[in-house]
């Protein structure tokens, strides 16, 4: 049933491919609208997962996660038009070369084809790749979590309905209500259907699609995210983004996750970041010289605290010598993902800024700002953490390939 649906779903891509601009732009201000009209059934849909998941145990920050409300409805329909109102990467050449020949040798942008894309349990992810795909030229293929699947159910039947508005398949996106392992691990063995696969979400997740896909993968990361606070910060400034980027929304991957301070300033800092994270009922784990600062309600950390992604209103805490052991220790323990610092030292943050391997680095800013939407895609299909084809949050053009176009008169080797 999988590979039926997949194969309806590449034949679809034929007719979309050939689609022109207006009519990608109209089928997504179509889908924005269908959004809106059925914003009362999603929502109704949306409870109903909540309550499952609720049932089912899982935590306030992933509960938060799933949660749709009107206004985040409204914000995915928004996107839908940003998207829509972004330069159309398909078609456009990227340069034109003359050959001592004479051949003229351009290069195209063109679709990558069917993307597969495995997530979790944020239903807002559904909007976003079918909207960044449908613009991209490209089907989509979509396998959300079994939390959300009520929720996705209901977007996608809304998106389906704005596509065929315009007169493209509905097929052209298509969820996969199986949200059992084995239709996961069936994903992973569409070669020859599926051109791409992306997995968003954990680690785990994301790990297992790594080692197990036989459809190649573009590898979303894991968000490992740290916040350096240098000994010359601004310390209301590094106060501020150390709660903005752990507190704002701790269940999404560019939240922060381990906070460093300079060992020079930790005495005064720590206190006034503690202030702040008590608001939400942080629980710190801590080093020793945390602990030694903060008192015995900081937990001890244990070795793993430095590698975990909670996702949850819990963060690692560690003084450090200065920026060497900062950007050591990120570069040991981090995910290729968001990394900051604070400093008022221009030369300290372009020595941070060289140090440091990451898809996004940050000089006196939230990491949180790792975003699609943040900058200025519209939306994102994930934020990659390889170094090949695409690193970062992934827009338009990163759900292209290239052809080589060339231009001859007659020209023969």
């Known amino acids: ?51 499952n998941a609720e049932k089912a145990g899982l935590s306030p920050a992933m509960l938060e996660r799933l949660t749709l409300t009107p206004a985040r409805i409204d914000g995915m329909a928004a996107g839908m038009r940003e998207v829509a109102a972004q330069p159309d990467p398909i078609g456009s050449m990227d340069r034109v070369d003359k050959r001592p020949n004479g051949l003229s040798i351009g290069v195209k942008r063109v679709p990558l084809g069917l993307v597969g894309v495995i997530y979790e349990s944020r239903p807002n992810v559904t909007a976003d790749v079918a909207a960044l795909c449908v613009k991209s030229g490209n089907a989509c293929l979509l396998r959300g979590g079994k939390e959300a699947i009520l929720s996705n159910k209901s977007i996608t ?5 704005g596509l065929e508005a315009v007169g493209l398949p509905g097929d052209c996106v298509r ?3 199986d949200t059992s392992r084995e239709s996961a691990n069936d994903m992973m063995r569409l070669t020859g259907i599926l051109d791409v696969l992306i997995p968003r979400g954990s680690a785990s997740l994301i790990r297992a699609v790594v080692e197990n896909s036989r459809v190649p993968v573009i590898e979303t ?4 995210c740290h916040t350096y606070v240098d000994d010359e910060a601004d310390l209301d400034m ?15 991957c560019n939240a922060m996750e381990t906070l460093l301070v300079s060992e020079k300033v930790a005495e005064e800092f720590l206190p006034k970041a503690k202030a702040l994270l008590d608001t939400k009922n942080v629980e710190l784990r801590g080093c020793e010289k945390t602990r030694a600062i903060l008192g015995g309600g900081v937990v001890p950390a244990a070795g793993e605290d430095w590698e975990t992604e909670y996702n949850d209103y819990i963060l690692a805490v560690k003084v450090v010598s200065g920026l060497y052991e900062a950007t050591a220790h990120i570069n040991k323990y981090g995910t290729g993902h968001s990394e900051a610092i604070v400093t008022r030292n221009y030369f300290t943050a372009q020595r941070f800024i060289d140090r ?28 990659s953490t390889q170094k090949l084809h695409a690193r970062g949050p992934m827009g338009l053009r990163h759900l292209t390939s290239v052809q080589y176009v060339v231009y001859g008169e007659g020209q023969i080797r």
């Open 238 to 252: 590094a106060a501020s983004i150390t709660f903005n980027a752990k507190c704002s929304r701790p269940s999404v």
């Open 175 to 177: 969820l996969v209500e």
């Open 1 to 51: 049933m999988l590979t039926d649906l997949a194969l309806r779903c590449k034949a679809s891509w034929e007719q979309l491919r050939i689609a022109d601009t207006h009519t990608r732009n109209s089928a997504l201000h179509k889908m924005a609208d269908a959004l809106i009209s059925a914003k009362d059934e999603i929502l109704s849909a949306n409870a109903l997962d909540l309550n």
């Open 221 to 224: 990361g894991a968000g490992n």
């Open 157 to 161: 039947q809304a998106l389906c309905a």
């Open 356 to 383: 440091v391997d990451a898809a996004c680095v940050y000089v006196n800013a939230s990491t949180r700002f790792t975003d699609g939407g943040e900058f200025g895609f519209g939306a994102e299909i994930g934020i």
